[in-house]
Protein backbone atom coordinates (compact mmCIF):
# COMPACT_ATOMS: atom_id res chain seq x y z
CA UNK A 1 0.00 0.00 0.00
CA UNK A 2 2.69 2.30 0.67
CA UNK A 3 4.12 1.60 -2.42
CA UNK A 4 0.94 3.05 -4.45
CA UNK A 5 0.77 6.10 -1.93
CA UNK A 6 3.71 6.98 -2.81
CA UNK A 7 2.82 6.47 -5.95
CA UNK A 8 -0.27 8.38 -6.54
CA UNK A 9 1.53 11.39 -4.59
CA UNK A 10 4.13 11.40 -7.59
CA UNK A 11 1.01 11.22 -10.24
CA UNK A 12 -1.05 13.81 -8.72
CA UNK A 13 1.96 16.42 -8.16
CA UNK A 14 2.90 15.85 -11.86
CA UNK A 15 -0.60 15.98 -12.79
CA UNK A 16 -1.82 18.76 -11.38
CA UNK A 17 1.13 20.81 -11.33
CA UNK A 18 2.00 21.36 -7.68
CA UNK A 19 5.44 22.50 -8.79
CA UNK A 20 5.97 23.68 -5.07
CA UNK A 21 5.81 20.10 -3.54
CA UNK A 22 8.02 16.82 -3.56
CA UNK A 23 6.15 13.38 -2.82
CA UNK A 24 8.03 13.76 0.96
CA UNK A 25 6.16 17.31 1.44
CA UNK A 26 2.34 15.23 1.18
CA UNK A 27 1.60 13.16 4.17
CA UNK A 28 -1.12 10.50 3.55
CA UNK A 29 -3.73 12.14 5.62
CA UNK A 30 -3.44 15.48 4.31
CA UNK A 31 -6.85 16.78 3.29
CA UNK A 32 -6.61 17.24 -0.63
CA UNK A 33 -9.44 19.87 -0.54
CA UNK A 34 -10.05 22.91 1.09
CA UNK A 35 -7.67 23.86 4.34
CA UNK A 36 -5.41 21.06 3.39
CA UNK A 37 -3.64 21.10 -0.13
CA UNK A 38 -5.98 23.61 -1.80
CA UNK A 39 -7.33 21.47 -4.71
CA UNK A 40 -10.29 22.56 -7.00
CA UNK A 41 -12.81 21.59 -8.89
CA UNK A 42 -10.63 21.49 -12.01
CA UNK A 43 -8.20 19.39 -9.71
CA UNK A 44 -11.03 16.95 -8.62
CA UNK A 45 -11.59 16.13 -12.56
CA UNK A 46 -8.36 15.44 -13.12
CA UNK A 47 -7.85 13.26 -10.88
CA UNK A 48 -11.31 11.40 -11.86
CA UNK A 49 -9.71 11.50 -15.71
CA UNK A 50 -6.07 9.83 -13.82
CA UNK A 51 -8.23 7.11 -12.19
CA UNK A 52 -9.63 6.14 -15.23
CA UNK A 53 -6.16 6.38 -17.21
CA UNK A 54 -3.79 4.70 -14.78
CA UNK A 55 -6.35 2.42 -12.77
CA UNK A 56 -9.02 1.75 -15.00
CA UNK A 57 -11.67 2.72 -12.40
CA UNK A 58 -14.13 5.05 -13.16
CA UNK A 59 -16.07 7.28 -10.55
CA UNK A 60 -19.87 7.59 -12.13
CA UNK A 61 -21.16 9.28 -8.62
CA UNK A 62 -19.80 12.35 -8.30
CA UNK A 63 -20.92 11.75 -4.14
CA UNK A 64 -18.17 9.17 -4.24
CA UNK A 65 -15.57 11.36 -5.28
CA UNK A 66 -16.24 13.61 -1.99
CA UNK A 67 -14.90 10.56 -0.07
CA UNK A 68 -12.00 8.88 -2.45
CA UNK A 69 -10.56 12.07 -3.08
CA UNK A 70 -10.49 13.30 0.91
CA UNK A 71 -6.57 12.31 0.90
CA UNK A 72 -3.89 10.29 -0.14
CA UNK A 73 -4.60 7.50 1.80
CA UNK A 74 -8.38 7.24 1.10
CA UNK A 75 -7.90 7.51 -3.14
CA UNK A 76 -5.22 4.78 -2.44
CA UNK A 77 -7.71 2.19 -0.03
CA UNK A 78 -10.23 3.11 -2.95
CA UNK A 79 -7.67 2.28 -6.04
CA UNK A 80 -6.77 -1.07 -4.08
CA UNK A 81 -10.57 -1.90 -3.79
CA UNK A 82 -11.30 -1.31 -6.75
CA UNK A 83 -8.55 -1.67 -9.51
CA UNK A 84 -8.76 -3.67 -12.49
CA UNK B 1 -7.69 61.13 -31.62
CA UNK B 2 -4.09 60.84 -30.37
CA UNK B 3 -4.81 63.68 -28.02
CA UNK B 4 -3.91 61.95 -24.22
CA UNK B 5 -6.93 62.22 -21.63
CA UNK B 6 -5.08 59.38 -20.35
CA UNK B 7 -1.96 58.31 -19.22
CA UNK B 8 0.61 55.23 -18.78
CA UNK B 9 1.10 55.02 -15.10
CA UNK B 10 3.17 51.99 -15.90
CA UNK B 11 4.06 49.07 -18.24
CA UNK B 12 5.62 45.84 -19.25
CA UNK B 13 7.44 44.31 -21.68
CA UNK B 14 8.34 40.08 -22.41
CA UNK B 15 10.39 39.42 -25.02
CA UNK B 16 13.15 37.44 -26.05
CA UNK B 17 13.41 35.61 -22.52
CA UNK B 18 13.73 39.66 -20.99
CA UNK B 19 11.39 41.34 -18.45
CA UNK B 20 11.05 45.20 -18.18
CA UNK B 21 9.48 47.03 -15.78
CA UNK B 22 8.76 50.88 -17.37
CA UNK B 23 11.96 49.97 -19.23
CA UNK B 24 14.20 49.00 -16.75
CA UNK B 25 15.47 44.92 -16.47
CA UNK B 26 13.44 42.68 -14.49
CA UNK B 27 14.44 39.39 -15.89
CA UNK B 28 17.09 38.35 -18.47
CA UNK B 29 17.85 35.27 -19.21
CA UNK B 30 20.12 33.06 -22.25
CA UNK B 31 17.72 33.24 -25.56
CA UNK B 32 17.72 29.43 -25.31
CA UNK B 33 16.00 29.32 -21.88
CA UNK B 34 12.76 26.92 -22.64
CA UNK B 35 10.16 29.61 -22.08
CA UNK B 36 8.47 27.73 -19.47
CA UNK B 37 11.41 27.86 -17.32
CA UNK B 38 11.91 31.34 -18.08
CA UNK B 39 8.15 32.31 -16.80
CA UNK B 40 8.86 30.12 -13.57
CA UNK B 41 11.91 32.09 -12.94
CA UNK B 42 9.83 35.09 -13.02
CA UNK B 43 7.39 33.91 -11.03
CA UNK B 44 10.45 33.37 -8.70
CA UNK B 45 11.80 36.56 -8.65
CA UNK B 46 8.33 38.07 -7.80
CA UNK B 47 8.79 36.35 -5.13
CA UNK B 48 5.52 35.31 -4.21
CA UNK B 49 2.90 32.17 -2.90
CA UNK B 50 0.27 31.54 -5.55
CA UNK B 51 0.51 27.82 -6.88
CA UNK B 52 -2.36 28.06 -8.99
CA UNK B 53 0.57 29.78 -11.44
CA UNK B 54 1.72 26.67 -12.11
CA UNK B 55 -1.27 25.24 -13.34
CA UNK B 56 -1.27 28.32 -16.10
CA UNK B 57 -0.96 28.17 -19.65
CA UNK B 58 1.71 30.52 -20.82
CA UNK B 59 -0.91 33.15 -21.86
CA UNK B 60 -1.76 33.54 -18.19
CA UNK B 61 1.38 33.15 -17.05
CA UNK B 62 2.60 35.73 -18.96
CA UNK B 63 -0.06 38.21 -18.58
CA UNK B 64 -0.07 37.24 -14.33
CA UNK B 65 3.51 38.34 -14.70
CA UNK B 66 3.43 41.70 -16.27
CA UNK B 67 0.20 42.65 -14.38
CA UNK B 68 2.12 41.52 -11.37
CA UNK B 69 4.62 43.93 -11.71
CA UNK B 70 2.80 46.21 -12.68
CA UNK B 71 0.74 46.55 -9.61
CA UNK B 72 4.32 46.83 -7.74
CA UNK B 73 4.93 50.17 -9.87
CA UNK B 74 1.04 51.58 -9.67
CA UNK B 75 -0.92 49.32 -8.25
CA UNK B 76 -2.67 48.30 -6.14
CA UNK B 77 -5.44 48.33 -8.92
CA UNK B 78 -8.89 49.69 -8.29
CA UNK B 79 -11.49 46.95 -8.95
CA UNK B 80 -13.11 48.32 -11.95
CA UNK B 81 -10.02 48.58 -13.74
CA UNK B 82 -10.96 47.45 -17.28
CA UNK B 83 -9.08 44.88 -19.25
CA UNK B 84 -8.44 45.05 -23.24
CA UNK B 85 -6.10 42.76 -24.54
CA UNK B 86 -5.29 41.56 -27.93
CA UNK B 87 -3.21 39.05 -29.17
CA UNK B 88 -2.69 37.08 -32.80
CA UNK B 89 -3.31 33.22 -31.96
CA UNK B 90 -5.70 33.64 -29.06
CA UNK B 91 -5.18 30.94 -26.72
CA UNK B 92 -3.95 28.45 -29.92
CA UNK B 93 -1.05 26.75 -27.59
CA UNK B 94 -3.88 25.38 -25.35
CA UNK B 95 -6.55 24.72 -27.76
CA UNK B 96 -3.72 22.84 -29.79
CA UNK B 97 -2.82 20.49 -26.70
CA UNK B 98 -6.92 20.12 -26.02
CA UNK B 99 -6.80 18.42 -29.70
CA UNK B 100 -4.10 16.56 -29.51
CA UNK B 101 -5.45 14.55 -26.53
CA UNK B 102 -9.29 14.35 -27.54
CA UNK B 103 -7.99 12.88 -31.33
CA UNK B 104 -5.14 10.48 -29.98
CA UNK B 105 -6.14 7.43 -31.60
CA UNK B 106 -4.25 5.45 -28.73
CA UNK B 107 -5.34 7.17 -25.79
CA UNK B 108 -8.16 9.50 -25.85
CA UNK B 109 -8.18 11.44 -23.31
CA UNK B 110 -9.90 15.24 -22.54
CA UNK B 111 -7.90 16.90 -19.92
CA UNK B 112 -9.76 19.35 -17.79
CA UNK B 113 -6.95 21.38 -16.67
CA UNK B 114 -6.01 21.75 -20.58
CA UNK B 115 -10.18 22.56 -21.52
CA UNK B 116 -10.08 25.09 -19.12
CA UNK B 117 -7.82 27.29 -20.70
CA UNK B 118 -8.54 27.16 -24.56
CA UNK B 119 -10.05 30.57 -24.36
CA UNK B 120 -7.93 33.79 -24.24
CA UNK B 121 -10.12 35.41 -22.29
CA UNK B 122 -9.22 32.88 -18.79
CA UNK B 123 -5.91 35.20 -18.70
CA UNK B 124 -8.67 38.10 -18.17
CA UNK B 125 -9.73 35.74 -15.72
CA UNK B 126 -6.90 34.73 -13.60
CA UNK B 127 -5.99 38.57 -13.79
CA UNK B 128 -9.30 39.51 -12.76
CA UNK B 129 -8.86 36.93 -9.59
CA UNK B 130 -5.17 37.72 -8.70
CA UNK B 131 -6.34 41.37 -8.22
CA UNK B 132 -9.73 41.72 -7.25
CA UNK B 133 -11.07 43.05 -10.43
CA UNK B 134 -14.54 43.31 -10.93
CA UNK B 135 -14.62 45.29 -14.15
CA UNK B 136 -14.99 45.45 -18.19
CA UNK B 137 -12.68 42.67 -20.28
CA UNK B 138 -12.14 41.96 -23.49
CA UNK B 139 -9.77 40.15 -25.67
CA UNK B 140 -9.27 41.48 -29.35
CA UNK B 141 -7.68 39.25 -32.24
CA UNK B 142 -5.71 41.01 -34.54
CA UNK B 143 -3.05 39.59 -37.35
CA UNK B 144 -0.62 42.37 -35.45
CA UNK B 145 -0.01 45.05 -32.52
CA UNK B 146 -2.83 47.18 -32.92
CA UNK B 147 -2.53 50.53 -31.12
CA UNK B 148 -3.81 52.28 -33.45
CA UNK B 149 -7.11 50.35 -32.26
CA UNK B 150 -6.61 50.04 -29.16
CA UNK B 151 -6.09 53.42 -27.74
CA UNK B 152 -9.43 55.30 -29.61
CA UNK B 153 -10.76 51.84 -28.33
CA UNK B 154 -9.87 52.29 -24.14
CA UNK B 155 -10.54 56.01 -24.04
CA UNK B 156 -14.21 55.43 -25.66
CA UNK B 157 -14.83 52.74 -23.52
CA UNK B 158 -13.35 54.23 -20.43
CA UNK B 159 -15.32 57.52 -21.08
CA UNK B 160 -18.30 55.88 -21.96
CA UNK B 161 -18.11 53.63 -18.50
CA UNK B 162 -17.24 56.63 -16.02
CA UNK B 163 -13.82 54.63 -15.47
CA UNK B 164 -10.59 55.88 -14.81
CA UNK B 165 -8.08 53.16 -15.30
CA UNK B 166 -7.54 50.18 -17.72
CA UNK B 167 -4.77 47.62 -18.28
CA UNK B 168 -4.43 46.93 -22.23
CA UNK B 169 -2.09 45.90 -24.56
CA UNK B 170 -0.86 42.76 -26.87
CA UNK B 171 0.36 39.29 -25.17
CA UNK B 172 1.37 36.78 -27.84
CA UNK B 173 2.66 33.70 -27.29
CA UNK B 174 3.94 30.66 -29.23
CA UNK B 175 5.59 27.31 -28.23
CA UNK B 176 8.86 28.90 -27.57
CA UNK B 177 8.25 32.62 -28.04
CA UNK B 178 6.23 35.80 -25.78
CA UNK B 179 5.68 38.99 -27.68
CA UNK B 180 4.10 41.37 -24.89
CA UNK B 181 3.35 44.56 -24.09
CA UNK B 182 1.37 45.59 -21.38
CA UNK B 183 0.13 48.97 -19.99
CA UNK B 184 -1.53 50.20 -16.90
CA UNK B 185 -3.27 53.35 -17.83
CA UNK B 186 -5.23 56.30 -16.01
CA UNK B 187 -5.77 60.01 -15.84
CA UNK B 188 -2.19 61.11 -14.16
CA UNK B 189 0.60 60.30 -15.35
CA UNK B 190 3.71 61.57 -17.17
CA UNK B 191 3.42 59.26 -20.03
CA UNK B 192 0.37 60.24 -22.48
CA UNK B 193 -1.61 56.97 -23.91
CA UNK B 194 -0.91 57.40 -27.34
CA UNK B 195 -0.93 55.58 -30.45
CA UNK B 196 3.00 57.12 -30.69
CA UNK B 197 4.03 56.38 -27.53
CA UNK B 198 2.48 53.05 -27.45
CA UNK B 199 4.39 52.39 -31.01
CA UNK B 200 7.33 53.85 -29.25
CA UNK B 201 6.75 51.98 -26.07
CA UNK B 202 6.58 48.71 -28.30
CA UNK B 203 9.39 48.66 -30.62
CA UNK B 204 12.02 49.75 -27.49
CA UNK B 205 11.80 46.03 -25.93
CA UNK B 206 14.46 44.51 -28.85
Redesign the interface.
Known sequence: MSELTQELKAKIITQLNLEDLTVDDLDDHTPLFGDGLGLDSIDALELIVMLDKSYGIKLSDPKEGRKVFETVQTMADFIEANRK | MDTPSYYIQSYCTIRNRSIALNGTAFLKMDADTPLADFL?SAYRQLNIDY?KF??MDSLCKATFIATELMARHSGPYTSDTALIFSNRSSSYLSDNKHAEGIFDPE?R?????TF?YTLPNIALGEISIRHQLHSENVFFIFDHYLPEFLVPYTQVALDDKQIEHAIGGWAEIGEHTCDLLLYHIGKSGNIPHTVAKLKRIYNEHE
Open positions: KPHKNTASPAV
